[in-house]
């Protein structure tokens, strides 16, 4: 059984355009998390979200906003998307984890290429 | 600031052993981890550190001195399928991983 799955796993799309990422997790955690993986390969996270609270980081653009109909699923919506957000997109989860420091489970990533 | 800093690329033969070194600046701490990365793949865990000292998993040990803001991953009787990139990562609270710019590791017959 897949633990952290997202769809879709390619995603062609024109600038401009609004488009959404789905994640899933079946290992109970309660924490997610959406990171960005740029083409040097740079991991840098976007958002978290544990259970009852969105922790947002500040140098991502509101264009982008998650969306966690429940603790299983955290949704990734693009507006408006742009050249420079042309990158991998991971899912993550893992336990209940305010310090950051408990294992992380990965997503297979949503390759997002923006023409 | 933040920062981790690692080296961008080690080479190594098969059978040997090998060192990646990390070395971070971060405004909270609350231990090292060490992620794998094979080439189209997920980040996958490998190791964490919460005191300092030395962790061992199978090959894989990782080590930590929080004195100097250091630690490294070691990876010993290297096999091919360990070419990969490999990320020091530390939790900085409020659920936070910030990832280090990662490692490439090419293991070589």
């Known amino acids: 059984d897949t633990a952290v799955s997202q769809t879709p796993k390619y995603l062609v799309t024109q600038m401009g355009n609004d488009k959404s990422i789905k994640c899933e997790q079946n290992?109970?955690?309660?924490?997610m998390y959406w990171y960005k993986q740029d083409s040097k390969k740079f991991l840098k996270i976007m958002f978290s979200?544990?259970?009852?609270?969105?922790?947002i980081n500040e140098t991502v653009p509101n264009r982008f906003s998650p969306k966690s109909p429940d603790k299983a699923h955290l949704n990734l919506h693009i507006n408006s998307l742009e050249l420079g957000d042309s990158a991998v997109y991971f899912c993550a989860s893992s336990q209940d984890n305010w310090a950051g420091d408990e294992t992380q489970y990965f997503g297979p990533g949503t390759r997002l290429l923006v023409l | 600031g933040q920062s981790l800093e690692q080296p961008s690329e080690v080479t190594a033969v098969e059978g040997a052993i090998v060192q990646i070194n990390c070395t971070y600046q971060?405004?909270?701490?609350?231990?090292l981890s060490w992620y794998q990365q094979h080439d189209g793949g997920a980040p996958t865990f490998l190791s964490y550190?919460?005191?300092?000292g030395l962790e061992e998993t199978g090959r894989f040990s990782s080590f930590l001195s929080r004195s100097d803001s250091y630690g490294y991953l070691l990876l010993q009787e290297l096999q091919m399928k360990d070419s990969a990139s490999y990320f020091c990562a530390v939790g900085t609270g409020a659920n936070n991983l910030f990832f280090g710019t990662g490692t490439r590791l090419t293991v070589i017959p």
């Open positions: 979200y544990n259970n009852k609270e969105l922790i």
């Open positions: 550190n919460g005191l300092d």
């Open positions: 290992l109970g955690h309660d924490t």
């Open positions: 971060t405004s909270g701490f609350y231990g």
